[in-house]
């Protein structure tokens, strides 16, 4: 690929991220609809757990940080209620190794979820079996459930109480747009919270 293939690659794809950009104004409600089911876990005293695979696994760790800590200097407040289940090594190994990879998140839902808690999952496909199983035990559980997806949704979609997609295919382009949606959810919770 010469030089000039290139920077048109590179014109192809900023212009599909804008895109993206422009149509995540069409699900505006569900994107405020979500940030204040958040918002209302927190203030009612129970936590925010997160779960994915991969690059979500990462990214899961990041919104628990941005909550935990805090996302600007400009805003200095009190720390908030979040884990990330993709986090502890060792019981992620050890449910791996004993129950079946499926069951990671499901066998931490179980021990920490607790009535009026939220499991976020985020899932490029919405089809990660350990994901469907630990929304599952949310709902025994009586945790809350929401979906930040890509394409149309997969499995997830059907059995997550509020999602919200990307509608696009390409895994880079869906994992670019939930850490997009994951800095405005944060700054939305600060704002609800902390005004």
Do not use: W
């Not at 209620?81 to 004993?98: F, V, W, Y």
């Not at 499995?155 to 880079?172: A, T």
């Amino acid at each position: 690929m010469n030089r000039q293939d290139k920077l048109d690659h590179l014109k192809r794809l900023t212009d599909e991220t804008a895109i993206l950009r422009r149509s995540l104004m069409e699900y505006g409600n569900q994107l405020l609809d979500i940030a204040d089911l958040m918002a209302g876990v927190i203030g009612s005293g129970h936590k925010i757990m997160f779960a994915g695979n991969g690059g979500h696994a990462a990214m899961s760790s990041h919104f628990a940080t941005e909550l935990i800590v805090r996302l600007t200097a400009e805003r200095n407040r009190p720390s908030l209620p979040a884990i990330a289940l993709s986090a502890d090594s060792g019981i992620i190994t050890a449910a791996a190794n004993d129950y079946g990879y499926d069951e990671v998140f499901a066998r931490q839902v179980e021990g920490l979820g607790q009535k009026g808690d939220l499991l976020v999952v985020m899932s490029t496909s919405g089809n990660s079996a350990n994901l469907v199983k630990g929304v599952r035990m949310a709902r025994q559980r009586g945790v809350l459930t929401c979906g930040l997806l890509g394409g149309r949704g997969g499995k997830l979609r059907g059995i997550v109480d509020r999602s919200i997609l990307i509608p696009n295919d390409s895994p880079q382009r869906i994992q670019e747009e939930h850490l997009f949606l994951v800095h405005i959810l944060v700054e939305m919770i600060e704002s609800d919270l902390f005004a």
